[in-house]
């Protein structure tokens, strides 16, 4: 990996202009809105400690529980930030104007955060699953000290890289096509060649997040709005790298959608992990073993991202990563070392237009 374009990563931050819900103001005039830098590789729920202190003196009696909105959009907390913004802020929005609330919880919506502890123990199983997709078990992982564990998530917290490569650089997840001369066999990433002499394919961990429009738009601050997550598929599947071959994100981002691109086989197939706002589920206990791990990323339900609606092939009007807009003919191998979240998965968040003619049945 870069060093330079990590270091650029880490420091990315998106400014925010954060409001107190009117219904949960108690005091005349108004609390001014909080003005954050929010660091993009963050979670929104751990501004807490700047937000609730702010906003302390305007607040109703109560038990806190903090959640955001976006134009009426509760927020996913399990969503790093950065993600967040280039998702939903098609044109994006500087300073980004959030609401925050302490009352009210959407649990329809939102999934239960109990604090940092909800946030931490969900970077971690995240961070194991990337482990078992990138060398078939998560025992680096899973064997982390306490010490470790603890310098690990507090790196994150606090922004520090230095620290952070300390501790990620014992879990053994080399970037793809980074080959480690001394143990040739010690990883998958690339492609690792076995007893019988067979190449096996590298895996990406890969979170995508498929906005579907069919509206047709050409500049971006003409997109409709993402006012319910109902239009957003997410799909949790790894990425397969063939080696030798000229792969780009062009073509992983068309692996990943199966239902709307028809693709050429590129190795053995996966399968396809696609969770809705009912299904997804973070939880706050360890892994047992590799076969829990195992379970977690081979789960299928190709029933939510297959249309109900016979369409053209659709049109990719926008694919973004960690505030970035690559072009689509980029190496696949680039974006995956070089825009990796901290937890090891890429998240690419996509808008795709798509013509839907009704199937009609006889």
């Known amino acids: 990996m870069d060093m330079e374009a990590q270091r650029f990563l880490w420091e990315g931050a998106i400014p925010l202009q954060i409001h107190l819900h009117e219904s949960e103001v108690t005091t005349l005039p108004s609390p001014p809105p909080a003005l954050i ?8 729920p751990l501004l807490a400690s700047h937000l609730k202190p702010y906003f302390s003196t305007a607040l109703p009696p109560g038990v806190d529980t903090i959640w955001f909105d976006y134009k009426g959009l509760p927020l996913k907390w399990y969503i790093p930030t950065g993600v967040l913004f280039d998702l939903l802020c098609a044109e994006p929005e500087r300073p980004w104007n959030l609401t ?3 009352r009210g919880y959407p649990g329809n919506i939102l999934i239960p955060c109990e604090g940092e502890d909800s946030i931490k123990w969900n ?3 995240s961070l194991k699953e990337a482990a078992y997709i990138i060398n078939g078990n998560c025992k680096n992982v899973m064997n982390m000290s306490q ?3 603890v310098e690990l ?5 606090n922004g520090n890289l230095d620290s952070y490569r300390r501790v990620s650089s014992k879990l053994k997840l080399e970037a793809v096509g980074e080959m480690n001369s001394s143990s040739p066999r010690s990883r998958l990433s690339m492609g690792e060649v076995d007893v019988s002499g067979q190449v096996k394919p590298g895996r990406v961990p890969v979170r995508l997040y498929v906005w579907n429009v069919s509206e047709d738009f050409d500049d971006l601050e003409d997109a409709p709005p993402v006012d319910s997550w109902d239009k957003v598929s997410y799909i949790n599947r790894p990425v397969e790298i063939q080696e030798g071959r000229c792969f780009t994100l062009h073509d992983a981002v068309k692996s990943l959608l199966p239902d709307y691109f028809v693709v050429k086989s590129l190795g053995t197939a996966e399968s396809l992990t696609v ?3 009912d299904e997804q589920r973070v939880s706050s206990e360890d892994a047992s073993d590799d076969k829990k791990a ?3 990323v081979e789960t299928s339900s190709d029933d939510h991202v297959k249309a109900s609606y016979e369409h053209e092939e659709p049109e990719i009007k926008l694919v973004r990563i960690q505030g970035i807009e690559p072009k689509l003919e980029i190496p696949f191998s680039w974006v995956a070392n070089n825009l990796m979240h901290p937890e090891h998965f890429l998240h690419i968040s996509v808008y795709l237009k798509v013509r ?3 199937n009609t049945m006889s």
């Not at 830098?37 to 929104?44: D, K, M, S, T």
């Not at 998530?153 to 917290?157: A, E, G, Q, Y």
Request: net charge negative.
């Open 100 to 102: 925050v609330h302490f």
């Open 123 to 125: 970077f971690i199983n």
């Open 294 to 296: 195992e379970e977690e």
């Open 153 to 157: 998530w507090r790196s994150v917290l």
């Open 275 to 277: 969770v809705g706002d």
């Open 147 to 149: 010490p470790d564990q």
């Open 356 to 358: 839907q003619v009704n």
């Open 37 to 44: 830098l929010a660091p993009r590789l963050g979670y929104l």
